[in-house]
């Protein structure tokens, strides 16, 4: 019976099949198909990411801004916390018992097996505390890492703040090196630098068990890199004078912007009310952020260089004699009366030359100065001629950075307006407006708009006779500390050096015998050029301005003040902007001791109007 | 009762040999099968090592501490047990055949009342001391003596309703008795056996309807009903088409054809409604392990990311990432095969499967040259366990096979299994070795 035997085969051929389908099996899994090795790295090798140490920031003196320090992030992992005793983790970290629920399920949403912030940013204090309780709250562990750290309650507007990138930003493409998680600039300086400050992050390979404890780097670190630290930057801020401008500030609302005139280096960045930088680095950022937000006052809302609604006032009149005497409609000896009926105007001698006009801001002067500068008789029509006349003024004003974005480099700068024929065109109709139109530009009112960012650079320009370096805040990046040269290109404006000395004349006269007599350093010998202005505010009181330079022969500092509702700027604005120069120059108070005094007092706030 | 090839075997049986003729026991054994016994012991006690090694404490292979080192000491008395095995008079295995079955049926029934569940199942016997001991192993030889003894008296062929039954009372018994101890997977070996009847003569066509059940079950799974349906017409429709006699049959294939419907149907219910929980998990893995990666699906995914992530040449030596880490579960016992696949690639993968080849294609050669058909028998019996245990263990690592908790021979981790398929084959290799003293061929 052979056939039986030959059922061997059968057998056999059965053991075979079996073998060389396996073996092809296994060479598709093992050769063909690589999506099991990837697998494979995604399941045993685990990227840490090393973040870098963000870069520091220091004041022109050496004086660090901003440090990097140790915050903790208290991390889950829901698979491992099992038996957890939620009312007492709720009360060590100071939560409700719902919110602590409402992480769970969070953490829970998010993975299963994977790690998740449950508490994010403990100080070292919150730490100490909770570190010592962990062992009862297993799945619970603490993740350190640096958060921004502040060794003074200053420059809150300026240096902006980080924090964790948004869903969007991870969209767009220009952050395509960012992960979820990852900290950004959001405002300021932070953000403006971001690409410096970040530095580069460096990757670990660890190999990990099915639990993912440690088990060693992945070929004994080879493909690790190392993170590199971001780059450190110098400020132009005098720290100094910055907390003092903060500290006669406070209280009020407003900004002072300090300038060096050579150079652009913005040396005090005040916006009041301000707020203390640290409280966007603890663990109640978010709360602090939205009340912050919320307040009535506009605390976030960057005034220097965002307050671009409100008219310049009366400095503007300096700019108007600067481009007349440019355009030749005046001279320096150029003599009107103060005519009321004209404009209205306050009790002074008259009839004034251009210094005495400046010096007691004649508004009747500069209406006809002003007029004499628009109609020039280009044109019979005196609609032509007031249009061509605006046109031809709007392109001067233009160069002292008006009107426009100066570049400081910081994000959110608004430009500002200058009134121009389009916008008259609109609003009257073509040949439907003329000089009695638009005359209260003459005395820096009407459609006007300045930052005073802007007035503080005007008054850079007056200092540098006619030109300007673009203001920032950051001098240099890096170990070598060479100045950017971005930062240091000079604007021209369309006037000529020696049209500035006579106002300057005036400016010095002003603080010397006029409106701006608060300011006045003559007791220790500092000559201010300055000049007083008042914002016609409809909603209330009037806004105060002041603007200035000292020393007159070898000016080192220009700078505006603006303070809402202080009504004149000879009585609020004029004595800060005074304190300040006297700060800066002989980093002491003593010539205006008394009117430190009053500005702290804040009764300028208190003054009825006339 | 003349069954097999005589012809064939006859002259190389007459042909001098001097090793065939040697006197002793040792000299007639089959050197060939020992040496790729001892090969795959040492390469699985190389790879038990390789799993629990980690970098950063390296025990030493031969530590107690470590399954290494234990797996070393099964081995060190498998040996004696081998020894033992040989040198025992070969007449006992054939005499005590039904004595020692019976006494495995008393000890799966003594282990089912007394045995204290250990994860659902109620198989192992504590011995004392730390030892425990799993007589559904044991009951692996014992079964196949039995079938061996029993179908030297009887002949398959004679189709004799009676004897059929009592054959598949012998193989059955201990199955069921191991179902009851929560051992499905260990159960599903004794329908090996079937290898092994159809070599003795049990008609193709169970072999043919049990493929072809065992198919449509998995494929009805895996496939719409509607498509698997009209695939089945189809097949039918082209073997009738090409074999004028199954035409004459016409109504036996429409009533064929609606058996398998009725199958397909009950294979649904089956496997939502009868089947436990963690047996439809496993099914339902073989399907789709992507499906819950970290439920059921787990072992069979991770054990395919460490078998695919091994590439063509391996990551080598103790290098494994996959398996070091317990990426998958029951590393060093039920899926050993993942650290072959992982450390030593293709290579090494399809160099195991060539072993467990040759060894399995010996054991025929081996069955084949008995003059028993005891001994034939026995054969067939080792080798048809061996291969299940070879295609489950195999097949459910590369997700071929659905995941069933049975070792892979001489290789995974565990005494009980190591000795019980020590026992399966030396039990063959000594009768082998005597089979010139069998003077009559049946």
Not at chain 2, 25 to 51: E, K, P, Q, S
Not at chain 2, 408 to 430: E, H, R
Request: hydrophobic share 45%.
């Amino acid at each position: 019976m052979n056939y039986l035997e030959n059922r061997k085969y059968v057998i056999q051929a059965i053991f075979l099949v079996v073998g060389i389908v396996y073996a092809l099996r296994l060479f598709y899994i093992q050769v063909i198909d690589s999506s099991y090795k990837q697998a494979a790295e995604t399941n045993a090798i685990k990227t840490i990411i090393q973040y870098p140490f963000r870069g520091l920031i220091y004041d022109r003196n050496g004086e660090l801004l901003v440090q990097n320090t140790p915050v903790y992030d208290l991390m889950i992992v829901p698979k491992e916390a099992r038996n957890i005793d939620t009312l007492r983790l709720a009360n060590m970290l100071d939560i409700t018992l719902e919110d602590a629920r409402e992480r769970f399920k969070k953490a829970r949403t998010y993975s299963w097996v994977k790690p998740s912030i449950f508490q994010q940013m403990l100080s070292t204090a919150d730490f100490a505390h909770i570190q010592d309780n962990l062992i009862d709250f297993p799945g619970f562990y603490i993740n350190a890492r640096t958060a921004r750290g502040y060794p003074h309650q200053s420059l809150g507007h300026a240096l902006g703040y980080i924090a964790e990138i948004s869903p969007k930003q991870l969209e767009d493409s220009t952050y395509k090196g960012y992960r979820p998680g990852d900290y950004i600039g959001k405002a300021g300086i932070e953000m403006a630098y971001e690409k410096y400050l970040m530095g580069q992050r460096g990757v670990k390979y660890k190999m990990v068990n099915v639990r993912g404890i440690d088990k060693g780097s992945f070929k004994d670190g080879a493909y690790d890199t190392l993170s590199i630290a971001g780059q450190n930057m110098v400020s132009t801020i005098d720290l100094d004078l910055q907390a003092y401008g903060e500290y006669l500030m406070n209280g009020a609302k407003g900004s002072i912007v300090a300038i060096e005139p050579k150079t652009g280096e913005i040396l005090a960045y005040v916006s009041a009310p301000f707020y203390d930088p640290n409280l966007f680095t603890g663990k109640d950022y978010g709360k602090n952020y939205m009340q912050l937000l919320q307040d009535p006052d506009k605390t976030m809302f960057n005034r220097p260089i965002m307050a671009d609604r409100n008219p310049p006032g009366s400095i503007f009149k300096l700019t108007q004699a600067l481009i007349a005497l440019e355009d030749g409609v005046i001279n320096p000896n150029t003599t009107y009366a103060c005519n009321k009926s004209l404009v209205n105007c306050h009790p002074h001698p008259s009839p004034l030359d251009l210094r005495g006009a400046v010096q007691h801001s004649c508004n009747p002067w500069f209406f006809q100065a002003y007029k004499a500068l628009i109609n020039q008789g280009k044109s019979k029509n005196t609609f032509t001629d007031t249009s061509l006349g605006l046109k031809d003024w709007r392109e001067h004003v233009l160069t002292f950075g008006f009107g426009k974005k100066l570049g400081i480099d910081i994000p959110g700068e608004k430009s500002g307006i200058i009134a121009s024929t389009d916008l008259y065109d609109r609003v009257y109709g073509k040949n439907r407006w003329k000089y009695s139109t638009i005359y209260s530009l003459s005395i820096g009112q009407g459609e006007l708009g300045v930052t005073p960012l802007q007035m503080a650079n005007f008054m850079a320009i007056v200092a540098n006779k006619g030109y300007y370096v673009t203001p920032h805040l950051i001098r240099s990046i890096g170990e070598d500390g060479k100045p950017l040269a971005e930062n240091y290109e000079r604007h021209y404006t369309s006037v000529k050096p020696h049209h500035f000395d006579p106002i300057i004349e005036g400016m010095a006269e002003v603080v010397r015998a006029g409106t701006g007599r608060k300011a006045s350093l003559d007791k220790i010998g500092i000559t201010v050029c300055g000049k007083t202005g008042t914002a016609q505010n409809p909603q209330g009181p009037d806004h105060a301005v002041f603007v200035a330079f000292a020393p007159k022969e070898d000016p080192k500092i220009a700078i505006a003040v603006y303070v809402e509702h202080g009504k004149w700027g000879g009585q609020s604005a004029a004595p800060i902007a005074g304190l300040m120069i006297e700060k800066y120059m002989t980093d002491s108070i003593s010539a205006l001791k008394v009117q430190e005094k009053w500005v702290l007092s804040r009764e300028y706030l208190n003054i009825k109007s006339k | 009762m003349p069954t097999g090839g005589q012809g064939l075997l006859k002259e190389r049986v007459v042909q001098p040999s001097s090793r065939r003729q040697s006197t002793t026991v040792f000299g007639n054994l089959d050197w060939f099968t020992v040496l790729i016994y001892f090969v795959l012991v040492c390469l699985g006690w190389m790879n038990i090592y390789a799993v629990v090694y980690s970098p950063d404490n390296v025990v030493n292979i031969f530590s107690f501490d470590i399954n290494s080192g234990k797996q070393l000491v099964w081995i060190g008395t498998g040996v004696i047990l081998m020894i033992v095995l040989i040198v025992v008079d070969y007449k006992v295995y054939e005499h005590l055949a039904y004595p020692i079955y019976g006494g495995i049926i008393l000890l799966l029934l003594f282990t089912l009342a007394v045995a204290n569940p250990v994860a659902g199942s109620r198989s192992w016997l504590d011995l004392g001391g730390g030892v425990r001991l799993q007589p559904a192993e044991l009951a692996k030889f014992a079964t196949a003596l039995a079938i061996s003894k029993f179908l030297s008296q009887v002949s398959l062929r004679q189709q004799k309703m009676k004897d059929q039954m009592i054959l598949a009372a012998i193989t059955f018994l201990p199955a069921v008795i191991i179902i009851l101890q929560n051992e499905t997977g260990s159960a599903l070996v004794f329908g090996a056996f079937i290898l092994a009847f159809f070599r003795e003569g049990m008609s193709p066509l169970i072999l043919i309807i049990g493929g072809s059940a065992a198919a449509i079950f998995i494929l009805t799974l895996l496939v719409p009903k509607l498509y698997l349906l009209i695939g089945v017409a189809a097949l039918m429709g082209l073997a009738m088409f090409l074999d004028y006699r199954l035409m004459r049959r016409f109504k036996t294939m429409i009533a064929l054809f609606v058996l398998v419907v009725g199958m397909v149907f009950s294979v649904d219910y089956f496997v939502n409604d009868i089947l436990q929980p963690h047996q439809q998990n496993r099914i339902k893995a073989l399907i789709n392990p992507e499906a819950d990666p970290l439920g059921y699906g787990w072992n069979v995914t991770q054990s395919k990311i460490a078998i695919g992530s091994g590439g063509f040449w391996g990551k080598g030596f103790l290098e494994g990432t996959q398996t070091k880490f317990d990426f998958v579960p029951e590393q060093s016992t039920d899926f050993i095969f993942c650290t072959i696949g992982e450390e030593h690639g293709w290579v090494g993968s399809t160099i195991l499967i060539g072993l467990f080849m040759l060894l399995m294609m010996r054991i025929v050669y081996i069955a084949e040259r008995q003059k028993s058909v005891f001994g034939r028998t026995y054969g067939y019996c080792v080798v048809s366990v061996i291969f299940f245990h070879f295609v489950i263990n195999v097949g459910m690592t590369i997700g071929l096979a659905p995941v069933v908790g049975i070792p892979l021979p001489f290789f995974s981790y565990g005494g009980s299994s190591l000795w019980s398929f020590t026992i399966l084959l030396f039990i063959l290799l000594a009768i082998d070795a005597n089979r010139n003293r069998e003077l009559v061929r049946q």
